[in-house]
């Protein structure tokens, strides 16, 4: 179940907001019509959660192929580090599932559009056994527990990763809601709302702080103004929970346990992007974009 402490801490830490945690669903689905932050936990509620493990993907999807990064660092990207280790980090590689699970290498993830199940309004033909399942989500197609209508689905996908990775801080740029299924492993999420995007160092979607910025936020040191101004909500999600992030909100995202299984449901909010407030850029160092593409321009190469 979620517990509102995250990375180990033994108990609250002083700035950070536990994320609503609701005991039902009727509940969950309140936050969501109200466009807040909140976490199920209580029981499994669909089948996926429940069979989708490594044997089930072993068996019902291992030629798929799907894009492999490897960090030496376990980060996906941290803007302080160098060029050349930003590079490994964001170089990939093609291989079947069956190869990636093989490996079991600690700081791998699958990543990119290879893992959506979903997308465009179809069903991605690799996925469509994982997609039987998937489904139950929808109005359309589950029971009484369903939470979304499929008209107003975007994107379904899934992640798996080893053990010790992070990901850099950012918001979702379609501009989507996102229900987060944590399936196998546990991550440990800090988020912000979409306002705090002037003490994130923005660009574009991203934060371009280093990640000792949000590392320290974690276990309460609070060295500078810009982390002390901002509003940052945790959440540790373990196996059968359901986090929904709003539109907009930013996340920091870490991965733990040997193996990490995640699906995630964007959907429309229903609004126009006119009538949706984007958080805006707030870039004090133009040297940091310029080291990500070049950093990007060498993993292409290399």
């Known amino acids: ?96 599932l069956k190869e990636f699970l093989d490996l079991k290498q600690a700081g791998t993830l699958l990543s990119g559009t290879d893992t959506y199940i979903f997308t465009k309004n179809a069903v991605v033909e690799q996925w469509s056994d994982l997609w039987h399942h998937a489904k139950e989500v929808l109005h359309e197609h589950g029971g009484e527990n369903a939470l979304i209508p499929q008209s107003r689905l975007s994107t379904v996908g899934f992640w798996l990763s080893r053990n010790g990775i992070q990901s850099m801080t950012h918001y979702d740029d379609s501009l989507a809601n996102n229900l987060n299924f944590q399936i196998k492993g546990k991550k440990e999420i800090l988020m912000f709302p ?45 196996e059968g929970d359901i986090l929904f992030i709003p539109s907009r909100w930013f996340h920091f995202v870490e991965h733990v346990d040997d193996l990490n299984i995640n699906m995630t449901y964007w959907f429309k909010t229903g609004l126009s992007e006119k009538e949706m407030k984007k958080p805006k850029q707030s870039l004090r160092n133009v040297f940091i974009p310029l080291k990500l593409t070049v950093a990007f321009l060498l993993s292409y190469f290399s």
């Open 194 to 238: 979409p306002q705090d995007w002037e003490h994130l160092k923005t660009f574009k979607a991203m934060s371009m702080h280093p990640f000792s910025f949000f590392d320290d936020i974690k276990h309460g040191r609070l060295k500078s103004i810009h982390q002390q101004k901002c509003q940052p909500h945790v959440v540790e999600l373990k």
């Open 1 to 96: 179940m979620a517990s509102s402490n995250s990375g180990g801490l033994a108990g609250p830490v002083p700035g950070l907001k536990p994320v609503r945690i609701a005991t039902s669903l009727a509940e969950f689905r309140e936050a969501i019509q109200q466009n807040t932050p909140c976490v199920y936990s209580k029981e499994a509620v669909f089948s996926f959660q429940k069979m989708l493990d490594e044997p089930w993907l072993r068996s019902h999807a291992g030629q798929s192929r799907v894009c492999m990064r490897a960090s030496p660092t376990g980060k996906f990207v941290d803007p302080s580090d160098g060029v050349f280790k930003i590079a490994k980090s964001l170089r990939s590689k093609h291989v079947s």
